[in-house]
């Protein structure tokens, strides 16, 4: 199940919290039965099946987790095999056929690809089953409660995409009492940014996605009839991507806070105005800030972090890097994106008083244009497709601008009218509004307890904008990691 979906906006979700806060009134031990069925009725909505990886996962950890309380000797040991095996695990599913296709391609084998089907949200999962039993040899949970556990990793607002969330923090909420009865100001400010979130998806995310789809069928040949976009097509298409997928994943957190919120629960914050970001490492603290954090403490901190000089630092610094485009997917793409990211934050960091010292617009176009640059990456089928499309933008052979790009806006909101009158009207409207929204407002979970009648109408107009353009569901872009 996802959020942008009817089922789950109409039906899913309110029958959740009312019977979450009716059940609360009983017993706050039916109150987490009620999220913890919820969470695996969400999880398995598709496919029931689904549960089987998961289950073998939730039953290991929480064992690995006993194991590791009652341990005298050899504590660390207990430990390291379980974060191994769960790491071992997300690497069969995610990378052995990327392994296979390159030894095929290195060494001319012809060895089968394996027939895989990657559980759902199983990055995801598998690191916040790492952080629980990180918890748990830490001392940080002195008590084990098996339900605790299974509601804390399948919590259904965050088990597919995140927030990733540390189990001290969600177990602590789960369990106070003042968070059991229903609180007026969380409902509200709940919803509000659930709207926001739902707009961002569905009136902006999904917009663009259009756009860029187009390009790269387009640069496919499966457009009929064929059609070869320009430079400056592919300049606005790596523009329109930029968008796409910050509106897409920042839109998901905030459908994710806000659902948790209406539960009083709060997860924490994902995303914080990255487009605003005047170097890479700045963009880092701003974009996906839940893993940056998860990668931060759990591998740049234990090997060392920046206590053991500069060499050091940026070794750990490729490292982390490198994990996480790895971590993002099985292409060489996402291994050079966050090698290409891992570089551009050393330089960053050895050049740090020399560029403080540069005119801070100068700093933010040259950081958004590389951030540009790297998301085109990021969206590529191969590294050459990739070298391909900028060596395209960089020959400026035609700097018109396609009318089958333009329509994919049109399309849109089907104001043909304006369109008809004024040539690229909505593409330059959606631009405008993007970069306003990006630039010019605050992060929304920023302003999560802010309630002025004027934030709560423009609310409740996003809300009724996203529910009567919902349409066919279109996934989340960050569904596939």
Same mark, same amino acid.
């Given at each position: 199940?996802?959020?942008?979906?009817?089922?789950?906006?109409?039906?899913?979700?309110?029958?959740?919290?009312?019977?979450?806060? !009716?059940?609360?009134?009983?017993?706050?031990?039916?109150?987490?039965?009620?999220?913890?069925?919820?969470?695996?009725?969400?999880?398995?909505?598709?496919?029931?099946?689904?549960?089987?990886?998961?289950?073998?996962?939730?039953?290991?950890?929480?064992?690995?987790?006993?194991?590791?309380?009652?341990?005298?000797?050899?504590?660390?040991?207990?430990?390291?095999?379980?974060?191994?095996?769960?790491?071992?695990?997300?690497?069969?599913?995610?990378?052995?056929?990327?392994?296979?296709?390159?030894?095929?391609?290195?060494?001319?084998?012809?060895?089968?690809?394996?027939?895989?089907?990657?559980?759902?949200?199983?990055?995801?999962?598998? %690191?916040?089953?790492?952080?629980?039993?990180?918890?748990?040899?830490?001392?940080?949970?002195?008590?084990?409660?098996?339900?605790?556990?299974?509601?804390?990793?399948?919590?259904?607002?965050?088990?597919?995409?995140?927030?990733?969330?540390?189990?001290?923090?969600?177990?602590?909420?789960? #369990?106070?009492?003042?968070?059991?009865?229903?609180?007026?100001?969380?409902?509200?400010?709940?919803?509000?940014?659930?709207?926001?979130?739902?707009?961002?998806?569905?009136?902006?995310?999904?917009?663009?996605?259009?756009?860029?789809?187009?390009?790269?069928?387009?640069?496919?040949?499966?457009?009929?009839?064929?059609?070869?976009?320009?430079?400056?097509?592919?300049?606005?298409?790596?523009?329109?991507?930029?968008?796409?997928?910050?509106?897409?994943?920042?839109?998901?957190?905030?459908?994710?806070?806000?659902?948790?919120?209406?539960?009083?629960?709060?997860?924490?914050?994902?995303?914080?105005?990255?487009?605003?970001?005047?170097?890479?490492?700045?963009?880092?603290?701003?974009?996906?800030?839940?893993?940056?954090?998860?990668?931060?403490?759990?591998?740049?901190?234990?090997?060392?972090?920046?206590?053991?000089?500069?060499?050091?630092?940026?070794?750990?610094?490729?490292?982390?890097?490198?994990?996480?485009? !790895?971590?993002?997917?099985?292409?060489?793409?996402?291994?050079?994106?966050?090698?290409?990211?891992?570089?551009?934050?050393?330089?960053?960091?050895?050049?740090?008083?020399?560029?403080?010292?540069? %005119?801070?617009?100068?700093?933010?176009?040259?950081?958004?244009?590389?951030?540009?640059?790297?998301?085109?990456?990021?969206?590529?089928?191969?590294?050459?497709?990739?070298?391909?499309?900028?060596?395209?933008?960089?020959?400026?052979? #035609?700097? #018109?601008?396609?009318?089958?790009?333009?329509?994919?806006?049109?399309?849109?909101?089907?104001?043909?009218?304006?369109?008809?009158?004024?040539?690229?009207?909505?593409?330059?409207?959606?631009?405008?509004?993007?970069?306003?929204?990006?630039?010019?407002?605050?992060?929304?979970?920023?302003?999560?307890?802010?309630?002025?009648?004027?934030?709560?109408?423009?609310?409740?107009?996003?809300?009724?904008?996203?529910?009567?353009?919902?349409?066919?569901?279109?996934? %989340?872009?960050?569904?596939?990691?």
């Amino acid at each position: 199940m996802q959020f942008n979906t009817y089922i789950y906006i109409l039906l899913f979700l309110p029958v959740t919290v009312v019977l979450y806060y !009716l059940l609360n009134k009983i017993n706050s031990l039916c109150g987490k039965v009620v999220l913890l069925l919820s969470s695996l009725l969400f999880y398995c909505y598709s496919d029931w099946t689904a549960i089987l990886v998961l289950g073998a996962s939730l039953a290991f950890n929480y064992i690995a987790a006993v194991c590791i309380s009652r341990a005298k000797k050899w504590k660390p040991l207990y430990l390291v095999i379980p974060v191994l095996i769960n790491v071992g695990l997300l690497l069969y599913f995610k990378y052995s056929n990327f392994a296979i296709t390159n030894i095929n391609v290195l060494f001319s084998r012809n060895y089968p690809l394996r027939e895989l089907v990657l559980p759902l949200g199983i990055s995801f999962f598998t %690191f916040q089953q790492i952080a629980y039993i990180t918890a748990v040899y830490r001392g940080e949970l002195a008590d084990r409660n098996l339900l605790d556990y299974l509601v804390y990793i399948l919590y259904f607002p965050k088990i597919l995409m995140g927030p990733l969330t540390e189990p001290v923090d969600f177990i602590h909420q789960l #369990n106070d009492p003042a968070r059991k009865s229903f609180h007026l100001e969380n409902f509200v400010s709940g919803i509000k940014i659930f709207s926001l979130g739902l707009f961002k998806k569905v009136l902006l995310a999904d917009a663009f996605a259009r756009a860029v789809d187009w390009g790269y069928a387009a640069k496919a040949g499966t457009l009929t009839p064929m059609v070869i976009p320009t430079a400056m097509d592919w300049i606005l298409i790596s523009l329109f991507y930029t968008f796409e997928i910050y509106f897409d994943f920042s839109g998901y957190s905030d459908m994710a806070v806000g659902s948790s919120l209406m539960l009083n629960i709060t997860l924490p914050i994902n995303f914080d105005s990255p487009y605003k970001a005047l170097s890479i490492r700045d963009f880092w603290k701003r974009w996906h800030i839940s893993l940056t954090k998860f990668f931060t403490k759990y591998i740049y901190i234990p090997l060392g972090g920046s206590r053991r000089g500069i060499v050091f630092t940026c070794l750990n610094t490729m490292l982390v890097f490198l994990i996480s485009g !790895l971590w993002h997917g099985a292409n060489w793409t996402f291994i050079l994106w966050g090698a290409l990211h891992g570089l551009f934050s050393v330089f960053d960091r050895l050049t740090e008083k020399v560029q403080q010292k540069i %005119f801070e617009p100068v700093r933010w176009i040259c950081t958004f244009a590389v951030v540009n640059v790297l998301w085109l990456l990021f969206r590529s089928e191969s590294v050459q497709q990739w070298w391909k499309i900028l060596r395209e933008i960089v020959s400026l052979w #035609n700097v #018109n601008v396609s009318e089958g790009l333009i329509n994919m806006f049109t399309e849109v909101l089907h104001f043909d009218f304006i369109a008809n009158e004024i040539r690229g009207f909505w593409m330059n409207f959606y631009i405008a509004g993007a970069f306003g929204i990006c630039l010019l407002c605050e992060n929304n979970y920023r302003r999560l307890n802010d309630r002025p009648w004027s934030m709560m109408l423009i609310s409740a107009a996003a809300f009724l904008l996203g529910l009567i353009c919902l349409g066919s569901e279109s996934v %989340f872009v960050y569904f596939n990691f």
